[in-house]
């Protein structure tokens, strides 16, 4: 039997994932199918789940791609956005057919199903095959048909795309699998700067450049769209909430509910301010915790080899990449960010072997 909290449910469980590679005979073979990926998904997540999207529907698949809740607006640019479902703003019962129904249920740039928030109930209770294509840690997989899990990849973006190269369907990349595979490598990547940007990477990218993909245009639609607020909100939290221990090599950032309310702050408008301290000479570990309302979330990002994976697994309920994780606590921000101290001080000695 299966490790899950929902196991009292009946379930398809697998007890060897097999590997990805034994889809390719059936992928001409017309299904139905849908496309998943974490809730609040980033540019990797929407932008993976697009570009399959595109590929497979070349094949005559019928296919529906079902974010958990909202996106950043700042995504919607992405060819094929519009025929998103949203599970918490659409007709649930609508959604929920589609999970019902689906041969293939294709889980992107997560690995556990409860990051799926309220769709995780129906997710475990389908018939279908559930595969992944994720390059988090500690999967989930016997959760799982078939799939691939690898931690050396930079994106789930890139993954997509070896997967569409190893089908031997390479001609199928069009102009709008390209650039949302682009957007989904380049922000994971940090603009190619992050350590996961491998030689694999950059050969990617000029294979797409090659079929004409204009990367300019995809920068300025991920990064020159917020709007004023947003900008006064970062120099507010920069001025105000920003705290530096530079005795633990740490920078902590703090929201409040309150400044989310007053700066009319949405979802994506906090996207990437984590990496900020970083940038400050001797911080090894940045992090920054916000006030949701019905819950506090966290994102942990740390230089060189501080752990922040274990990190989050152990005090934040999280997990996610050695450089790169996140978490969240239902405790008042208050005691979040008293946990958050401790636990920075537990791991002293990590923190202060950063060599300046």
């Known amino acids: 039997m299966c490790s899950h909290k929902l ?9 060897i994932m097999q590997p990805i590679q034994n889809l390719f005979p059936q992928l001409e073979q017309p299904k139905k199918v849908v496309i998943t990926m974490h809730q609040k998904p980033d540019a990797d997540a929407m932008g993976s789940a697009l570009g399959l999207y595109h590929f497979l529907v070349q094949f005559g698949h019928s296919v529906q791609v079902i974010s958990p809740t909202n996106w950043a607006a ?48 129906n997710l475990v209770k389908a018939g279908g095959q559930r595969i992944l294509i994720d390059h988090h840690r500690e999967p989930q997989t016997e959760m799982f048909a078939y799939g691939i899990s690898d931690t050396g990849k930079s994106s789930t973006s890139e993954m997509v795309y070896d997967f569409i190269m190893a089908s031997g369907h390479q001609s199928k990349i069009n102009k709008e699998i390209a650039e949302c595979l682009y957007a989904g490598t380049m922000t994971d990547t940090g603009s190619f ?38 900008y006064r909100f970062i120099g507010n939290i920069l001025l105000n909430r920003m705290e530096i221990f530079y005795e633990y090599n740490t920078a902590l950032i703090a929201i409040p509910q309150a400044d989310l309310i007053k700066y009319d702050i949405r979802t994506g408008d906090t996207e990437g301010i984590v990496n900020f301290p970083l940038s400050i000479k001797g911080i090894k570990l940045a992090a920054i915790i916000i006030d949701r309302g019905e819950e506090r979330k966290s994102s942990f990002r740390s230089k060189g080899g501080f752990d922040v994976n274990t990190f989050a697994r152990k005090y934040f309920n999280g997990g996610g990449h050695f450089n790169a994780a996140g978490g969240f606590n239902k405790e008042p921000l208050e005691e979040v960010v008293a946990k958050f101290k401790q636990a920075m001080k537990e791991n002293v000695d990590q923190l202060r072997s950063y060599q300046f």
């Open 193 to 230: 700067r992050f350590p996961s940007t491998t030689a694999s990477v950059h050969h990617m990218v000029a294979h797409l450049k090659e079929l004409g993909l204009e990367h300019s245009l995809i920068h300025e639609e991920l990064f020159d769209n917020f709007l004023e607020n947003r």
């Open 74 to 121: 700042f995504l919607n640019w992405m060819p094929g956005c519009k025929t998103v479902l949203d599970y918490e703003s659409a007709s649930v019962e609508k959604a929920n057919t589609f999970i019902r129904e689906a041969d293939w249920i294709f889980c992107l740039d997560f690995n556990v199903l409860s990051r799926t928030k309220r769709m995780e109930e």
């Open 7 to 15: 196991e009292t449910l009946p379930y398809f469980c697998a007890s």
